[in-house]
């Protein structure tokens, strides 16, 4: 059983674009979180979503947002797509307490040409 | 001072070799800590959270030193399947977030040759 998945795993498309990532957990888990790994493979927190409430880190262009249907997942949605933003997306879950560890999906590749 | 730093890295050691990093932290007020392994095009992966007394699970002992602000990871007796890189992190508190936020170092790769 897949703890925490994420679709697509790769995702190429073009400037300009409007794309989703999709994040499903099914551990129970009352946070969720979408991270970006960079081409120097630094992991950065972007956006954890907890009983409803968003915290967002404040260097996220306003271009992503996050869409959460109900606990157990946690959409990503990228408007006007830019080189930059290629990267590794990990979406990842948790328990509520701060000890609890992060269980990551296995990443979606976009690549923005 | 930068929020979790860690060995730059790369390391290069035999098999059998025994192998040790260093990830020092800004706040003094975190709480959780925890070393993960990402192997290359993987997600990161637990490898062990970081007790107060130290713990260690097989091969591996993390330890932790508050005074100092540091944690540590021992690997004894390295394994080709080892080679990852090591990522340390942090329950720290982010002030733009308002709130505490596990945070990643940027990592130490680690390779073990035959």
């Known amino acids: 059983d897949t703890a925490v998945s994420q679709t697509p795993k790769y995702l190429v498309t073009q400037m300009g674009n409007d794309k989703s990532i999709k994040c499903e957990q099914n551990?129970?888990?009352?946070?969720m979180y979408w991270y970006k790994q960079d081409s120097k493979k630094f992991l950065k927190i972007m956006f954890s979503?907890?009983?409803?409430?968003?915290?967002i880190n404040e260097t996220v262009p306003n271009r992503f947002s996050p869409k959460s249907p109900d606990k157990a997942h946690l959409n990503l949605h990228i408007n006007s797509l830019e080189l930059g933003d290629s990267a590794v997306y990990f979406c990842?879950?948790?328990?509520?307490?701060?000890?609890?560890?992060?269980?990551f999906g296995n990443g979606t590749r976009l690549t923005v040409t | 001072r930068k929020e979790v730093e860690q060995d730059p890295g790369p390391f290069n050691v035999p098999e059998g070799a025994t192998v040790a990093f260093n990830c020092t932290y800004s706040n003094s007020a975190s709480q959780s800590f925890f070393w993960y392994r990402q192997d290359c095009r993987k997600e990161p992966k637990l490898l062990m959270s970081?007790?107060?007394s130290g713990n260690e699970d097989g091969r591996f002992t993390a330890q932790l030193n508050r005074a100092s602000q540091y944690i540590s990871l021992l690997i004894r007796d390295s394994k080709l399947s080892d080679s990852a890189t090591y990522l340390c992190v942090v329950n720290m508190w982010s002030s733009g977030a308002g709130s505490y936020q596990l945070t990643f170092g940027k990592g130490t790769k680690l390779s073990v040759i035959p």
């Open positions: 970081v007790y107060s």
């Open positions: 990842a879950s948790s328990g509520s307490r701060s000890y609890s560890p992060l269980h």
């Open positions: 551990l129970g888990h009352d946070t």
């Open positions: 979503y907890n009983n409803k409430e968003l915290i």
